[in-house]
Every structure is written in structure tokens, then in C-alpha cells.
């Protein structure tokens, strides 16, 4: 890889806070940067269709950008697909349409209102029929890890010592303590988020690029060149170290 990649952490319907970064992004390194997202777009914050939207767009147009799967993704592709709200990695046990993990305000943004006084069926049929199709391609096509030279890319993280091609779905989108306990090198530098940070993280063997979109803290746009890292800033680069 030559020159700056820059990446983002979990947007979660942040808009405002993704607009910012493409702006910051353009003037570092150029309108045509390439871009990695690290998953969830959606949920939580006011504007996931436009999040969904903005990004496909970029990619129709032809960026170099590539918009991995988050769980919150693959939640609100599975209720799309068939009403499922429930997903037994969620320790809590609430559903995808509780406040606490946002997908009401996911739907919301497509003009479909959650009452609990309403049919959960008649619900699902009108998400079904106001979300655009390509809205659900893009996510029942969104990539679960990538790489770049040394380093890989993922939503959440990796098992340790498990061969790529043998990793799960379900711990590359959610996995934690096994992975975020782990201090020993890994095959790569795995850069991640889905584990929300007041403020983003070099670990030496991972960084963590998710500091808490959709929770009132900014995104995290990260730079990495060869072995550096920086996060940028409203006034420019700034070092992320170990």
C-alpha cells in the first residue's frame, strides 16, 4: 500500500459526524482517498438511511472504499429479511427494537414509527416496503473483515490463534474478552471497533477506532501509513501510539 488509508470507526447514524469526516478526510489526503468503515452504520443515532446512502454512493461513484459489516448491520439486515429482532450474542437479552440498541430510530429514519401498541407484523411490512432494496443488498453484501498489506480490518475482532478462514461470522461482529484480553501478537495489527471507547486506542497487537458514535462522542477517523497511526483532527494529525 502506498500513501494514507484512512478509516472510520462505528458511525451509528451519526450523519453530521460522517459528513464532518469525509470533509476532513478530502482535505488530508484528497477527494479519492481510499476508506475503510468498520461497520455499524446504523442504529442509535438520528440518520441511518442517509449514513447507508452516503456510502453507497461513494462506492457507485467509484472510491476506493470499503464498508465492512457490524452486528447493528447484520441485526437490521436479518429483521429486513424476516422480523427476526433477537440475537443470542446480545448478553442484555433486549431486542433490536429497544432503545438500548437503536434499531427503532434505524427504522425511524426510513419513516416507519415503533409504538408498542402497534402490530410487530404490520411494523415489519412497512419497513419491508419503505426500506429500498438496494438498501438491503448493500448490507447482505457488506464484506466481514479485510486486509491491507499488515493489517486487518474487522468490526469487532478476531478469536486469537484461529486462522482467518476458520473465524466465525459471529466473532468477527461480537466478539470481546477473549480477543480484547488478549496481549500476544496477532498474524496482524487488527484494527477494530464495536466496543465503544471515550477515546480511540493502540494496543500494540490491535487499535480499537470505536469511541462512542451514537453514544454523544465524534467519530474517530484514524490515518495509517506503513507502521504510523494518527487520528485527525479538526486541526490535522495526531499521533495514536502504543
Do not use: C
Amino acid at each position: 500500500m502506498t500513501g494514507p488509508l484512512y478509516v472510520l470507526g462505528d458511525i451509528h447514524g451519526e450523519m453530521a459526524m460522517l459528513e464532518t469526516a469525509l470533509e476532513r478526510i478530502a482535505a488530508d489526503g484528497g477527494a479519492d482517498a481510499p476508506l475503510i468503515s468498520l461497520g455499524d452504520l446504523v442504529d442509535r443515532g438520528p440518520d441511518s438511511r442517509a449514513v447507508i446512502e452516503t456510502l453507497m454512493q461513494g462506492q457507485a461513484t467509484g472510491r476506493d472504499w470499503t464498508v465492512l459489516k457490524g452486528n447493528h448491520d447484520r441485526m437490521f439486515q436479518r429483521y429486513l429479511e424476516d422480523g427476526r429482532i433477537e440475537d443470542p450474542r446480545v448478553v442484555s437479552k433486549v431486542d433490536w427494537l429497544n432503545p438500548r440498541l437503536g434499531g427503532q430510530i434505524t427504522l425511524a429514519s426510513y419513516g416507519v414509527t415503533v409504538d408498542a401498541d402497534r402490530d410487530p407484523a404490520q411494523i415489519w411490512q412497512e419497513a419491508r416496503a419503505a426500506v429500498p432494496p438496494a438498501h438491503l443488498a448493500f448490507l447482505q453484501s457488506m464484506p466481514i473483515h479485510h486486509r491491507r498489506d499488515d493489517k486487518l480490518f474487522v468490526h469487532a475482532g478476531i478469536a486469537p490463534g484461529v486462522p482467518l478462514a476458520d473465524q466465525t461470522e459471529d466473532d468477527l461482529l461480537w466478539i470481546r474478552g477473549p480477543f480484547l484480553e488478549h496481549t500476544g501478537p496477532h498474524p496482524w495489527l487488527v484494527v477494530h471497533g464495536h466496543t465503544a471507547l471515550d477515546a480511540p486506542a493502540h494496543y500494540g497487537n490491535r487499535v480499537n477506532l470505536d469511541s462512542g458514535a451514537g453514544y454523544g462522542r465524534p467519530l474517530t477517523v484514524a490515518v495509517f501509513e506503513g507502521s504510523r497511526v494518527w487520528t485527525l483532527e479538526p486541526d490535522g494529525r495526531h499521533p495514536l501510539v502504543p
